[in-house]
């Protein structure tokens, strides 16, 4: 039961910040996004890593993705919006953890990081997701978890994570654990750099998150990724 406090309350924040949060005074707007998405990514993380235990589910865990899967599209298509948030990201960190318990070889991770970004951008900039954006408000919910702001309902202003954001958080945290590199610190790193991107993209239409998503992560375990790789990968395994 202890091992599920730390994920309810997760849920119970994205929930009561969803639906409260237009009910508190506004500040002034960069302040409002940047507060709204600081409460809002930190419970996302602390959901993912709440979710990490079920690595031992191993291959059945693409079971609990396709189980959050049809409640994220029912709760989009009834306009749920702190309802759907929780089970995209349900859905979106158990492939995460999934994936994460497939690498073999903590080198596959820098692989990963680095073709991930790069993907990122140019989807961003020229590819899928920069088709998505350009439809508009109803199709982005579809794809993103919704950081509602201060003051505003969620039809008047909202942040968008990206569901593949959460899933490369996922695959990163759980890589951590598996690898016994620095979970917690990982965490704080990439809640950062999500932050660091919603500031920049203040002065853009839009950015992609995974570029520094990779690079904190790489940065923060830099030291045991070295280590890791001269021995092979394996030995440094959690399992």
């Known amino acids: 039961m202890r091992r599920l406090l730390v994920p309810a309350l ?18 002034p707007v960069r302040v409002d996004i940047m507060l709204s998405s600081a409460v809002v990514l930190a419970a996302v993380a602390v959901l993912v890593w709440g979710m990490l235990p079920l690595a031992a589910l191993g291959r059945r865990l693409p079971l ?9 599209a029912l709760f989009v298509w009834l306009g749920w919006v702190p309802a759907a948030n929780v089970a995209k990201v349900v859905f979106a960190a158990a492939l995460g953890i999934w994936i994460a318990g497939e690498l ?44 509602t702001w201060m003051g505003y309902s969620y039809a008047e202003a909202f942040t968008g994570l990206g569901v593949s954001d959460v899933l490369f958080l996922a ?6 654990r598996r690898f016994r590199l620095r979970v917690g610190w990982s965490a704080v790193a990439m809640v950062a750099s999500f932050l660091a991107t919603i500031a920049l993209a203040m002065w853009w239409t ?10 904190a992560f790489l940065a923060v375990n830099a030291d045991l990724l070295v280590k890791g790789v001269r021995a092979g990968g ?6």
């Open 64 to 72: 609990v993705a396709g189980g959050a899967l049809p409640f994220a």
């Open 104 to 147: 073999e070889r903590v080198s596959w991770i820098v692989v990963v990081a680095a073709v991930s970004a790069a993907v990122d951008i140019v989807s961003v900039a020229a590819g899928p997701t920069r088709a998505i954006l350009e439809k508009g408000p109803v199709v982005v919910g579809w794809f993103t978890v919704a950081v």
């Open 171 to 176: 695959l990163y945290l759980g890589a951590a």
């Open 206 to 215: 839009a950015l992609p998150a995974l570029p520094l998503l990779s690079v």
């Open 234 to 239: 394996e030995p440094s395994r959690a399992g």
């Open 10 to 27: 997760a849920v119970a924040v994205l929930l009561v910040w969803g639906s409260a949060s237009r009910l508190l005074p506004a500040p």
